[in-house]
Nanobody
Framework: QLRLVESGGGLVQPGGSLRLSCAASGFTINYDAIGWFRQAPGKEREGVACITSRTGSTNVANSGKGRFTISRDNAKNTVYLQMNSLKPEDTAIYYC?????????????????WGQGTQVTVSS
């Protein structure tokens, strides 16, 4: 069955970096768009970054532009989110998700499958 497992979260100081991983099983990531979302307490789940399958095009939300990079390793069936220059406002649970259509959307309700999330805390 389809599974998405996030890892790599933790506590980091402002200005630091983390690389999150999303390991997929039960399907291959070669044909689907994969996205990263985050949700802070009391906030709606928001899109962070997305990568398509056919063209490998990437999208990063304005909140992460210049700091976040999404990438895909098809051989490992894994998607990554590299986060640099982290800020306290980046603190949230980060989720990866997959959808059937090979296109990106920052609307969380349009995504079909989700991982369990990994906590990112940015604090001094």
């Amino acid at each position: 069955q389809l599974r998405l497992v996030e890892s790599g979260g933790g506590l980091v100081q402002p200005g630091g970096s983390l690389r999150l991983s999303c390991a997929a099983s039960g399907f291959t990531i070669n044909y689907d768009a994969i996205g990263w979302f985050r949700q802070a307490p009391g906030k709606e789940r928001e899109g962070v970054a997305c990568i398509t399958s056919r063209t490998g095009s990437t999208n990063v939300a304005n909140s992460g532009k210049g700091r976040f990079t999404i990438s895909r390793d098809n051989a490992k069936n894994t998607v990554y989110l590299q986060m640099n220059s982290l800020k306290p406002e980046d603190t949230a649970i980060y989720y990866c998700a997959v959808r059937g259509g090979d296109y990106c959307s920052n609307y969380a309700g349009s995504w079909n499958y989700w991982g369990q999330g990994t906590q990112v805390t940015v604090s001094s």
